[in-house]
């Protein structure tokens, strides 16, 4: 099976705070995507990556970085954490080459104070 | 400009009865369709997909239907059980574009006794 983990569940920070939201996955895949989930919005690709420190810009990156160093890990930076990024947020990994299943971590809920 | 709408929030159904879950789309070269499940404080997971050379996919209770010159999918379940209640997004693929998945907003599925 599939693991996608990801390194908090409920995350609290202050607003202008550096937030890292880390991503693990284990079946060698080759893209990695950050989402946000808010209600009535659905999901919202945010950044993603289909090689290594290679990334593209999905529909909403303003105040997003991101950062694949390594193959299996996916990072999502907020340079300075603002209330309005107070969100659900999901990374998943799909393994490319014509397959386009993504699978998803489990999520993390992070509230900016 | 939402391309992947789910116009339902919610639908409630009976227990043992046939529950559909439908999504329009606006952009003509999505060629791959998918739907998955979330449960509440879990990711995603992926349920069942279809090709647009296709109109009609199943998988055990979970058939899946195409038009594409009405743009329309729908996701029918039977028979509905109460482990089905969740929130079930459709999603949408243009299958030259390194895998992104466009997702809709979301429908949430209660089934009762």
Not at chain 2, 102 to 110: A, K, V, Y
């Amino acid at each position: 099976d599939v693991k996608v983990t990801q390194s908090s569940r409920y995350l609290v920070k202050r607003t202008g705070e550096k937030v890292f939201l880390e991503c693990v996955q284990d079946m060698d895949h080759e893209n990695m995507f950050w989402y946000r989930q808010d209600p009535g919005l659905g999901l919202r690709l945010i950044y993603f990556s289909y090689d290594v420190k290679m990334k593209e810009k999905g529909d909403i990156p303003e105040g997003y970085s991101v950062s694949r160093e390594k193959k299996e890990r996916f990072s999502l930076i907020l340079e300075s954490a603002s209330t309005n990024q107070t969100s659900m947020y999901l990374c998943a990994s799909s393994p490319g080459q014509g397959v386009y299943e993504q699978y998803f971590g489990p999520g993390t809920r992070l509230t900016v104070t | 400009d939402q391309q992947v709408k789910q116009n339902s929030p919610s639908l409630s159904v009976q227990e043992g009865r046939i529950s559909i879950l439908n999504c329009d789309y606006t952009n003509s070269m999505f060629d791959y369709f998918l739907w998955y499940k979330k449960y509440p404080a879990e990711g995603p997971t992926f349920l069942i997909s279809i090709s647009s050379i296709k109109d009609k996919n199943e998988d055990g209770r979970f058939t899946v239907f195409l038009n594409k010159s009405a743009k329309h999918l729908s996701l029918h379940i039977v028979p509905s059980q109460p482990g089905d209640s969740a929130v079930y997004f459709c999603a949408a693929s243009n299958t030259g574009t390194a895998s992104k998945l466009t997702f809709g907003t979301g429908t949430r599925l209660q089934v009762t006794l």
